[in-house]
């Protein structure tokens, strides 16, 4: 079945520094991605959809200067929390459809906290 | 928009039945559920793209009235496995491959 891999699982950094998550599908090409945000106990939130090749779009409300979104091929889409700060601390979770298999693949998500 | 899911929490006995709501106020392409595991990411169960579409994944299956903008997820002869937080995700018309998700069914099934 379709696979998404996502790095690293668990990342911890200080207040003011920057983060980057790699989400990539092993088995399949993604020409879409899509970035959620998880609070616990909440929801997953749509943060943004990210397109090779193209600027991702972002959901209102999310800032795209902060979370900057790179799709540089068909298998990688990357996350960068820059300048993070506590209130970001989270579980950060992307997935990608296989057009084979109906429904879409999360990677097994990043929880990320910032001190 | 955020579909509205029912009930926020369940409680079973293994064997026992339930049945989990999910509505929207916007026009669907498609309902997705999936469950998700304390900690872990959300798995995907099954899609439902047609109106009074059902299927079924063993002992789970859904329905989705395409006109009432409605789906539910049946859980049957529950087991313990089936513990966790059901999601349901809704794909607009006007937004096709976002899912929207609802807040989430927590599940506990006992022995």
């Known amino acids: 079945g379709a696979v998404v891999s996502q790095h690293p699982s668990r990342v911890i950094c200080k207040s003011g520094t920057s983060v980057k998550i790699e989400c990539r599908s092993l088995d399949f090409q993604a020409t879409t991605m899509f970035w959620y945000r998880q609070f616990p106990k909440q929801s997953l939130m749509l943060m943004a959809t990210?397109?090779?090749?193209?600027?991702?779009?972002?959901e209102q409300g999310v800032e795209k200067d902060k979370f900057l979104i790179n799709h540089a091929s068909l298998t990688l889409s990357t996350l960068t929390v820059t300048s993070a700060h506590p209130e970001d601390s989270s579980f950060y979770i992307c997935?990608?459809?296989?057009?084979?298999?109906?429904?879409?693949?999360f990677g097994s998500g990043t929880r990320l906290t910032v001190v | 928009q955020q579909p509205v899911q029912s009930p926020q929490a369940v409680i079973l006995r293994e064997g026992e039945d339930a049945v989990i709501n999910c509505s929207s106020s916007?026009?669907?392409?498609?309902v997705h559920w999936y469950r998700q595991k304390h900690g872990e990411a959300p798995v995907f169960l099954m899609i439902?793209?047609?109106?009074?579409e059902q299927k079924g994944h063993e002992k789970i299956s859904a329905s989705f009235n395409e006109k009432k903008q409605q789906s539910s997820l049946y859980l049957t002869a529950s087991q313990l496995s089936y513990s966790g937080t059901y999601f349901c995700?809704?794909?607009?018309?006007?937004?096709?491959?976002?899912?929207?998700f609802g807040a989430g069914t927590q599940v506990v099934v006992t022995p």
């Open positions: 995700g809704t794909e607009g018309t006007d937004s096709w491959g976002k899912l929207q």
């Open positions: 997935s990608a459809s296989s057009s084979g298999v109906g429904g879409y693949t």
């Open positions: 990210s397109n090779e090749g193209s600027k991702a779009t972002y």
């Open positions: 439902l793209l047609k109106g009074g």
């Open positions: 916007k026009a669907l392409y498609s």
